[in-house]
T-cell receptor
């Protein structure tokens, strides 16, 4: 069974601080996605990484895919209250029939 | 295109009643997925369709659950004889075949509360 473990589960920080959240698995994925979800809404895709070692930047967000394609990280620089939300990593693999499985998420709260 | 639409947004039902949810995917997307999300958890896969064919169902999908996509466009998810454990957010997503590993477009979900 493929699993994606996210850490930390919950993070509360002050505006302006930096943070990193992690997504780990013992399985190899063909791609990893990061989504952000706000209360009462569906997840919204932020980025997809497909190549081991790949780094993608989206404004203040930096996403990295591990060399072995088993893990990923999301780094946020100078967090803002608007970054508050549930960050979900999700992975797709051939072994899983290419359906996407999700981690339990990291709930981020940025205080003004 | 208005994205993925789900209806209703909220549903409160009494235990034992049947409920049906609808999902309208992005029109050019031929794959449609149903997920369930409970509080504090990530979405869990339930089932998916390519066009009108239901290609995979999770073991989470008991006999009380049935999903259809009769014309390869919208889909319905029916839960018969609801139980309190069915209370969750039911999410629908869509993608083009072959691009699902790049990411899905999700709807806003239907929150079901069984009382």
């Amino acid at each position: 069974t493929q699993l994606l473990e996210q850490s930390p589960q919950f993070l509360s920080i002050q505006e302006g601080e930096n943070l990193t959240v992690y997504c780990n698995s013992s399985s190899v994925f063909s791609s990893l996605q990061w989504y952000r979800q706000e209360p009462g809404e569906g997840p919204v895709l932020l980025v997809t990484v497909v190549t081991g070692g790949e780094v993608k930047k989206l404004k203040r967000l930096t996403f990295q895919f591990g060399d072995a394609r088993k893990d990923s990280s999301l780094h946020i620089t100078a967090a803002q209250p608007g970054d508050t939300g549930l960050y979900l990593c999700a992975g797709a693999s051939q072994a899983g029939g290419f359906k996407t499985i999700f981690g339990a998420g990291t709930r981020l709260f940025v205080k003004a | 295109d208005t994205g993925v639409s789900q209806d209703p947004r909220h549903k409160i039902t009494k235990r034992g009643q049947n409920v049906t949810f609808r999902c309208d995917p992005i029109s050019e997307h031929n794959r449609l997925y149903w997920y369930r999300q409970t509080l504090g958890q990530g979405p869990e896969f339930l089932t998916y369709f390519q066009n009108e064919a239901q290609l995979e169902k999770s073991r989470l999908l008991s006999d009380r659950f049935s999903a259809e996509r009769p014309k390869g466009s919208f889909s319905t998810l029916e839960i018969q004889r609801t139980e309190q454990g069915d209370s969750a957010m039911y999410l629908c997503a869509s993608s083009l075949a072959g691009t699902g590993s790049i990411g899905y477009t999700f709807g806003s979900g239907t929150r079901l509360t069984v009382v």
